[in-house]
């Protein structure tokens, strides 16, 4: 298969969803009584999953049929505009700007489903059966959630919902077609890796925002280091892992690549919230262990997941390996629990832990 490049037009689109993942990160730092309270939880959920399902749906495109052609670049601009437009309505306010919202997403959706419709016949038959199939998920999808407009009370949101549920489960029960038109695995890789480097700016955000606080002292400048390393360590793990240690040749739908970095996202932003939180020290000391480690706990086993499925064979991890991780977890989640250690050294064990996990997997 040839080899397919990521495009600077793709590049560009991706700037847009910089903001979208900030506005939905931010959502996590509404901490009320030492706690994120579940509504707020639910919402940073709510908000992330369309802003991530629009963006995997114009990639997926792009990586098994786009081209750098006039008509394919008139299209991914449309795209941007509906991105731009979903983007600004995001808010945890969802009524006031829920309108703008559903015009940006289900627009988004809509250019896409257009697109798999007009793959020319000269496609192979799987190609062209594939493409059909996608459009009609999309298309489902976007029949259901329109169905959320003629209702004002919470069902407009488990409408809006199911139709995004729909069209994201729709394509797993239809794998079976997929593998027919596998995806190119370095470009999906290295697009997934620039999406990633989005939710690592957040995490460096943070930093910046902590490194701004007036007052300093050993345990400020402790802090800092210790979670500038951290998010050193997380780079150096994901980066090396992908550069170095998967397979680009495997011919598969890329499922695993796709559904798995939705918790690998979920888990970073997640992360990235941590780092205000517990500097701040907004949050009480029990619901502080479980939100950080349990943000440390899904990244390890998500990346874990999806690099697995990947890496050359001789070079996968061993159980020995995930029992010596989870036990560092364990380890230090029970110190915590048996005394109260600052905020710094909490950081300080998750850069402890970053470090064995980034020398252990690279």
């Known amino acids: 298969m040839m080899e397919k490049k990521v495009t600077w037009l793709e590049l560009f689109y991706d700037l847009l969803f910089v903001a979208a993942v900030s506005k939905a990160g931010h959502v996590l730092l509404h901490a009320e009584h030492g706690v994120i309270s579940f509504e707020y939880l639910m919402k940073f959920v709510l908000i992330f999953i369309p802003v991530w399902w629009a963006w995997v749906g114009q990639t997926l495109f792009i ?56 793959i020319h016949n000269s496609k192979s038959e799987h190609q062209q059966k594939a493409a059909r199939y996608l459009g009609l998920c999309f298309i489902i999808g976007i029949l259901i959630s329109t169905g959320s407009l003629f209702f004002d009370s919470w069902l407009r949101y488990a409408i809006l919902y199911v139709g995004i549920a729909v069209d994201i489960i729709l394509p797993l029960i239809g794998r079976k077609n997929l593998v027919k038109v596998p995806i190119h695995t370095h470009h999906l ?11 690592l700016g957040e995490s460096v955000v943070s930093i910046i925002a902590v490194l701004q606080m007036d007052h300093w002292d050993v345990q400020s400048v402790l802090f800092a280091a210790f979670t500038s390393l951290f998010v050193i360590a997380m780079w150096w793990q994901y980066f090396d892992n992908v550069e170095k240690k998967v397979s680009k040749e495997i011919q598969t739908a890329g499922q695993a690549i796709i559904y798995g970095h939705l918790f690998i996202y979920i888990s970073m932003s997640m992360i990235a919230a941590s780092i205000q939180l517990l500097y701040l ?16 706990l899904l990244y390890f086993m998500s990346t874990s997941l999806v690099f697995h499925r990947y890496r050359h064979a001789h070079l996968r991890l061993r159980p020995r390996h995930l029992v010596l991780m989870l036990g560092i977890m364990a380890a230090f989640v029970l110190v915590d629990l048996i005394y109260r250690v600052p905020n710094y050294a909490i950081v300080g064990e998750n850069m402890v832990f970053f470090l064995v996990y980034a020398k252990l997997t690279t």
């Open 63 to 118: 990586n098994r049929y786009g081209q750098d052609i006039f008509i394919h670049r008139v299209f991914l601009i449309l795209q941007l505009l509906s991105i731009l437009v979903m983007t600004a309505s995001l808010s945890v306010d969802f009524d006031q700007y829920y309108l703008p919202f559903f015009a940006g997403y289900i627009g988004s959706r809509a250019l896409t489903a257009i697109q798999y419709f007009m």
């Open 281 to 296: 020290d907004k949050l009480n000391y029990g619901f502080m262990l479980a939100f950080v480690f349990g943000s440390v």
């Open 189 to 199: 890789l290295e697009r997934f890796a620039l999406f990633t480097l989005i939710l």
